[in-house]
C-alpha cells in the first residue's frame, strides 16, 4: 500500500468560501490577508502525526489572527470561531472530540538534579505501595466509531450531482455543480452502457437497462485545472445517502481480588506516607491550576472608546477652515443685478452677464490600514472624523496597500476604485499611505494600474507618514503624479493651496518648500528601520525633534519619551492603551498638552505602535527606562492600564477571557511589589506554552526552577526524618483485614470472570458472517442456544450449510442475537445488553433496506412494528413534509429529551426550541398547539427501555414488547442509544409508506397512514401480554404480564 504523506494543505479557500455564504464580508483585501497569514503560519502546509492529530496550538493561533480580519463584531466572532473548527478542525478517531496537544517544555539538568533524583526515589516508594491495591480497571463502554474523513477541494471544482426524478429505469440526474457557471464540462460514464458524454447541461436524462445494486455512474470534472471524480450509487434506492450502522458491543468480565500477606508491606507503608506529606506540601506551597488553551469565542479584547480623550489642535482648526473654502464650481447662473444695470445703461439693449457658482469642495480620503493593530490608521480616521464635525464634506474609506478595493463602514465587504469613481468624480482624492505599493520599481515609475484608475480624479494628493527630511526615489516617483505632502500640521495645511493649484509641484519644489535639501537620501532614517532594529537613541532623537513651528520645550520632550516608554507596560500595543497611558501622565504632570492631535502624529509613527507586538529585546529597554519613572508616576500608569483591561468584559473561558488575565498579570511584572505573585499566577500560562515574549517566558520559568529546588532540598530532609520514624513506630505487623489502611500491607491479584449476562450479551456480539463460517463456531452457538431453548439452526442440519455463501438467513441470525440479548438480561440488566438490543433492530432493518428488492413494509415493520417512530415524532415538524429532514444532532437531542425526567412544560419549551431550527411548521400556524397528550404518548414510545420487537419467523402473535426498569445511564451511555435511536427514525422515514405529504396535516401532528390507531394499538398489546420467565425449549422469548412500571425481574439488578 502506497504510504501516505503526513502533508496536508490548508482548506483556507473552503473556509473563506463557507464564510462568504454565511454573510461575512469576505472582500480581496480579506483574501490577500488571509492567505498571507496563512502562509506565514503553514509555510507547507500542515502536518498531522501518526494518530491523526493536528497542529492544534498553531491552528488556534491561526484562529486568534483570523478572527480580527474577518469578524467585525461579537456576533460574527462567535459565529466564525463555530465555522473555523467545522471546516480546519478535524475530530481525533477515537472519541470525535478536539484533542488538545501541548508542548511543555523540559529544563535541562541543573546542579540540584541529585536532590529531584532522591525525592524521585522517596516517591516511586510510596507509588509502589499504593499499587499494592489498584482499584478495578474502569472499562470503557464500546460505542461505534463515529470518525470523518474530508478531503476540501476548490470549490469551482465540486461536483453536485444529485438524482431529480426515477421512472422505471429511466434516471433524471440535477447537476448543481458550481463549475457549470465558468462553462466546465462534466463526463457522464453511465456505468459503461453507452459512450461517455462530455457536456455542460444542467439536467441529463439516462434508461438504464436495469437498475441494480451495481449501477454505478461516474461523473468527472477535469476543467479549469481541477481532477474530480464523482459517483452515484444505489440509483434503486432513489440514491439516497447510506445510513450509519451499528456494531453490537461486547460487556467487559467482571473482577475479582483477593489478598495474600506482603512481609515488605510495612517498609512501603512508611513510604508512602513520605510520598503523601510531599504531595500534600507541594499542593499548598504551589499552584494547582491547570490552564488548558481556549478556541472559544470571543477572540481578543475589545477595549472603551478613548478617543473622547484627545485635545484637537489648534492647526485642525485652521485646516477645516481651509478645507472648507468655497471655489468657482463648472456651472454658471445669470448675474441679475448686473445684467439689469448694464441692459439700462445700453437704452435697453440687453447686456448679460454670468456669474460663476461657488461650491464646498467635497474629498474622498483613502487610509492605508494594514492590520487591526495599525495606531496610525486609527489615528488617521480620528482626524477624519474631527473634520467631518467642523462641516469639511469628506468621507473615509480603508485599503490594505493595496487601494484598487477598499472598504468602510456603508461597504463593509468592499469597493473597486473604479465604482468609487462613478461615485466621487467630482470630489478631489486624498491618500495617507506611505506608497510602497504604487509604483513600478522595475520601470522606475508610477504603477501603470495606478495611472489607469486615478487619472480621472484631476485633483489628487498623498500624505505620507514619512517626514520630509527622510523622502527618498519613493517620494520623487510619486510626486509626478500625486500631489505628496507630510502628514504634519505643516504638510496638512498646504494641502489645500496645493489642491487650488493648477499644475502639480515639482519633486525639487516640494524639497525647498520644507527647506530640506535637494540632494538624495539614501534610505529613510527612522521611518525606513523596523521596531526589532530601535534603539532607545532612536526613539529619543526623534521624538527631541519637532514639527517646523512648533517649540517644544525640555519637560515637553521627557513627556514625549517617557509616553512612548511607557507603551511598553501592556504587552500587546493598542490604541486605546496608548491614549490611556497618554491621560495618566497628563493627570500627573497637572496639564492638558500631551494627548494631543499633534503629539500623536508622532508617538503613533513608532513603528511597534504599528504592529501586534513588541519585540522583545525592545520591550526590555523600554521597561528599563520605565523603572526610572517617578514611584507614584509608574504606580498611576499601571493603574490607568489595568483599570482599563479590567473594563472589557469578557466570557470565562474564552480566548479574550484567557488574554485579559495573562495580560493583567504580565502588568504585574513591571511592579516590583507585585513581581513575586505575577510569576506564580502565570506559572500555569507558561506550562501551557500560552506565554509568547521568551523574556517573560524565561523569567517565569526560572522562578519555578528555583522554588522547585528550595522545595526538594526541605522535602528530602523531612522524607528522611519520617523514614527513619515510621520504621520505628509502625515495627510490628498487624493482624490481616481486607478494610482500612491495611489493604496496603497485603498484595493484590486480580481474576476476571463473566457470569451468564455478560456471556449471553457477548454471544450475541460474536454472531457475524466470518464465525458462521466456521463449523465449530457453529457448534458452539447451537449449544448455547439450546441451553435458553432456541433451536438453532432451523432451516436445515449444520453439517448441509455452505458457510462461504452464508446459507443461514439474516432473519434466523436477528431471532439467535435476540434470544442472546433477553437471555442476557434476565440474568442481569446491563447497559451493553439494552444497546445491543437496540443495535439488533436497527441493524436488520437496516438490512431489509441495503437489499435491491426490499419490502419497504418489512423495513417499516422491523424498525417500528406498533408505529411508534410516528409517535416519537409528532410533537415536532421535523418530518411533515420531503423538504424537511432535520439534523441528525437535533434528532438525537430531541431523542435525549423524551428520557430525561422532566415536567410537560420544560419538555414542551425545549421542543419548541429544537423545532425552531427546523420547518417550525406550529409558529406559522401550520400545526395544532403541542398537547399534553402528544408529548406523553411520545415519551412512552421514546423509551430506552420499552422496546417493541418483530418476531418473523412467529405468526400471530409475531411483535414482542420488552419492558425493562429504568437504567441509570451515563451521559456518554444515553447518548449512545440517543444516537441509535436517531438513526432507526432515519431509517424508517426513509420508506416509501412513511414518506410526509407536501403539505402538513392539520388536524394531526404526523400522517393519518404512518400511526396506527390506539384502539388497534392497546388490542394488540393486550394479545401479547404474558410474563417475564425462564426460558424454555418451547418459548424462548419473555412477554411481559404487566406495565413497563410494574415489571422488574428478580435479577434485574446492575453492577
Known amino acids: 500500500m502506497t504510504p501516505v504523506s503526513p502533508q496536508r494543505p490548508i482548506p483556507l479557500g473552503e473556509l473563506l468560501e463557507q464564510l462568504r455564504l454565511e454573510g461575512f464580508a469576505v472582500t480581496p483585501e480579506v483574501y490577500d490577508r488571509c492567505f498571507r497569514v496563512a502562509g506565514v503560519y503553514f509555510p507547507t502546509g500542515w502536518t498531522e502525526s501518526p494518530d491523526g492529530s493536528r497542529p492544534d496550538r498553531t491552528l488556534r493561533e491561526l484562529k486568534e489572527v483570523l478572527g480580527p480580519v474577518v469578524a467585525r463584531s461579537d456576533i460574527e466572532q462567535e459565529k466564525f470561531g463555530l465555522i473555523f473548527d467545522q471546516v480546519l478542525t478535524r475530530p481525533s478517531p477515537e472519541t470525535g472530540e478536539l484533542k488538545t496537544t501541548v508542548q511543555q517544555k523540559s529544563p535541562g539538568r541543573r546542579p540540584w538534579f541529585w536532590g529531584l533524583l532522591l525525592a524521585a526515589m522517596l516517591l516511586t516508594g510510596g507509588g509502589i505501595g499504593y499499587f499494592i491495591y489498584q482499584p478495578p480497571p474502569v472499562v470503557p463502554v464500546p460505542q461505534p466509531a463515529d470518525s470523518t474523513n474530508r478531503k476540501l477541494p476548490d470549490p469551482n471544482c465540486l461536483i453536485k450531482v444529485s438524482v431529480a426524478s426515477i421512472v422505471g ?27 461517455v458524454i462530455v457536456t455542460t447541461d444542467s439536467t441529463i436524462t439516462h434508461t438504464f437497462p436495469a437498475l441494480t445494486a451495481s449501477t454505478v455512474v461516474t461523473i468527472a470534472l477535469q476543467d479549469g485545472g481541477c481532477d474530480q471524480t464523482f459517483l452515484l450509487t444505489n440509483l434503486y434506492r432513489t440514491n439516497q445517502p447510506t445510513l450509519e450502522s451499528f456494531p453490537l458491543v461486547v460487556a467487559a468480565p467482571s473482577l475479582h481480588t483477593t489478598y495474600a500477606i506482603n512481609r515488605g508491606s510495612l517498609l512501603l507503608a512508611v513510604l508512602l506516607g513520605t510520598g503523601l506529606f510531599g504531595v500534600i506540601s507541594f499542593r499548598y506551597f504551589f499552584t494547582r491550576r491547570k490552564v488548558r488553551p481556549s478556541d472559544s469565542p470571543p477572540y481578543f479584547l475589545t477595549f472603551p472608546d478613548q478617543e473622547k480623550t484627545i485635545k484637537v489642535a489648534g492647526s485642525m482648526e485652521v485646516w477645516a477652515r481651509q478645507l472648507n473654502q468655497r471655489e468657482e464650481g463648472q456651472r454658471r447662473v445669470m448675474d441679475i443685478a448686473r445684467t439689469i444695470r448694464a441692459t439700462a445703461r445700453m437704452g435697453g439693449y440687453p447686456a448679460i452677464y454670468y456669474q460663476q457658482i461657488k461650491l464646498r469642495p467635497r474629498y474622498l480620503v483613502l487610509i492605508d490600514n494594514r492590520s487591526t493593530f495599525h495606531q496610525q490608521a486609527r489615528l488617521y480616521a480620528y482626524l477624519g472624523t474631527v473634520l467631518m464635525e467642523r462641516d469639511v464634506e469628506l468621507e473615509l474609506f480603508f485599503f490594505n496597500a493595496d487601494p484598487r478595493t477598499c472598504w468602510n463602514e456603508k461597504y463593509p465587504k468592499g469597493i473597486a476604485i473604479g465604482d468609487l469613481y462613478r461615485i466621487h468624480r467630482a470630489s478631489q482624492l486624498v491618500l495617507i499611505t506611505e506608497g510602497v505599493r504604487l509604483l513600478d520599481y522595475e520601470k522606475g515609475t508610477v504603477a501603470s494600474w495606478v495611472t ?53 509641484p515639482t519633486f525639487q519644489e516640494l524639497l525647498r518648500r520644507f527647506q530640506r535639501s535637494t540632494d538624495q537620501v539614501a534610505d529613510r532614517g527612522f521611518f525606513g528601520k523596523s521596531a526589532e532594529k530601535l534603539t532607545i537613541a532612536d526613539i529619543d532623537q526623534f521624538l527631541e525633534t519637532g514639527f517646523e513651528d512648533e517649540n517644544l520645550t525640555e519637560p515637553d520632550k521627557i513627556r514625549l519619551k517617557q509616553w512612548a516608554y511607557a507603551t511598553a507596560v501592556y504587552p500587546t500595543p493598542t490604541w486605546e492603551m496608548t491614549l490611556t497611558i497618554g491621560k495618566a501622565l497628563e493627570q500627573y504632570y497637572q496639564t492638558d498638552t500631551l494627548v494631543t492631535t499633534t503629539n500623536l502624529l508622532k508617538i503613533s509613527a513608532l513603528p511597534w505602535l504599528q504592529q501586534s507586538r513588541i519585540p522583545d529585546p525592545l520591550r526590555a529597554a523600554l521597561l ?3 523603572a526610572e519613572f517617578p514611584p507614584n508616576l509608574q504606580t498611576g500608569i499601571q493603574n490607568d492600564v489595568l483599570a482599563l483591561l479590567q473594563s472589557v468584559k469578557t466570557v470565562p473561558g474564552s480566548m479574550a477571557g484567557e488574554e485579559q488575565e495573562m495580560h493583567t498579570y504580565e502588568v504585574w511584572l513591571t511592579d516590583e511589589n507585585r513581581r513575586p505573585e505575577a510569576l506564580r499566577k502565570l506559572a500555569p500560562f507558561q506550562k501551557a506554552g500560552l506565554i509568547t515574549n521568551r523574556v517573560v517566558d524565561r523569567q517565569v520559568a526560572d522562578h519555578g526552577r528555583r522554588q522547585q529546588l528550595a522545595y526538594v532540598l526541605t522535602l528530602a530532609t523531612a522524607a528522611v526524618l519520617l523514614l527513619i520514624s515510621g520504621y520505628f513506630i509502625l515495627s510490628q505487623q498487624p493482624n490481616r483485614t481486607s478494610t482500612g489502611l491495611n489493604r496496603f500491607f497485603y498484595s493484590r491479584s486480580d481474576t476476571t470472570f463473566s457470569d451468564s449476562a455478560v456471556i449471553y450479551n457477548n454471544l450475541a456480539a460474536s454472531v457475524l458472517d466470518k464465525r458462521l463460517e466456521d463449523i465449530n463456531a457453529v457448534s458452539e452457538l447451537k449449544s448455547w442456544s439450546a441451553r435458553i431453548g432456541y433451536a438453532f439452526p432451523r432451516t436445515s442440519p449444520v453439517q448441509a450449510y455452505s458457510y462461504s455463501t452464508r446459507a443461514i438467513p439474516e432473519s434466523e441470525l436477528y431471532e439467535l442475537r435476540l434470544a442472546f440479548v433477553l437471555a442476557s438480561l434476565r440474568n442481569r440488566i446491563t447497559f451493553e445488553a439494552l444497546y445491543n438490543l437496540h443495535a439488533i433492530r436497527y441493524g436488520y432493518g437496516f438490512h431489509l433496506d441495503s437489499l435491491p428488492n426490499r419490502s419497504a413494509t418489512d423495513v417499516s415493520r422491523v424498525v417500528s412494528p406498533l408505529g411508534e417512530v410516528n409517535q416519537i415524532v409528532a410533537p415536532t415538524s421535523w418530518f411533515q413534509s420531503t423538504e424537511m429532514t432535520p439534523m441528525d444532532t437535533l434528532v438525537r437531542q430531541y431523542v435525549t429529551l423524551l428520557n430525561q425526567n422532566l415536567p410537560i412544560d420544560t419538555i414542551r419549551q425545549k421542543i419548541n426550541t429544537l423545532d425552531s431550527y427546523g420547518a417550525n411548521l406550529r409558529r406559522l400556524g401550520a400545526m395544532p398547539p403541542l398537547t399534553d397528550q402528544e408529548i406523553n404518548r411520545a415519551k412512552q414510545a421514546g423509551q430506552f427501555n420499552r422496546v417493541s420487537l418483530l418476531l418473523p419467523s412467529q405468526t400471530g402473535k409475531n411483535i414482542l414488547r420488552v ?49 396506527p390507531k390506539a384502539k388497534a394499538v392497546r388490542k394488540k398489546a393486550a394479545r401479547a401480554a404474558s410474563s417475564l420467565k425462564a426460558p ?11 406495565t413497563g412500571s410494574e415489571e422488574k425481574p428478580p435479577t434485574a439488578n446492575r453492577k
Open 452 to 504: 489607469n484608475l486615478f487619472d480621472g480624479w484631476e485633483k489628487r494628493a498623498i500624505l505620507t507618514p514619512v517626514y520630509a527630511e527622510n523622502w527618498t526615489y519613493i517620494e520623487a516617483l510619486l510626486s509626478r503624479f500625486f500631489i505628496v505632502l507630510p502628514a504634519t500640521p505643516e504638510g496638512q495645511l498646504l494641502l489645500r493651496a496645493y489642491l487650488q493649484a493648477d499644475e502639480l
Open 963 to 1011: 419492558r425493562l426498569p429504568r437504567l441509570n445511564t451515563t451521559p456518554t451511555e444515553l447518548d449512545s442509544l440517543a444516537r441509535l435511536d436517531a438513526a432507526r427514525i432515519r431509517l424508517a422515514f426513509r420508506q416509501p409508506q412513511l414518506v410526509r405529504s407536501e403539505k402538513p396535516a392539520t388536524q394531526s401532528p404526523a400522517p393519518a397512514t404512518a400511526r
Open 624 to 626: 528599563d527606562r520605565l
Open 1032 to 1042: 424454555s425449549k418451547s418459548r424462548p422469548y419473555p412477554v411481559q404480564t404487566k
Open 169 to 195: 429505469n429511466q434516471v433524471t440526474f440535477l447537476n448543481q455543480s458550481p463549475g457549470l457557471k465558468l462553462h466546465y464540462a462534466y463526463k457522464w460514464d453511465f456505468d459503461g452502457t453507452k459512450p
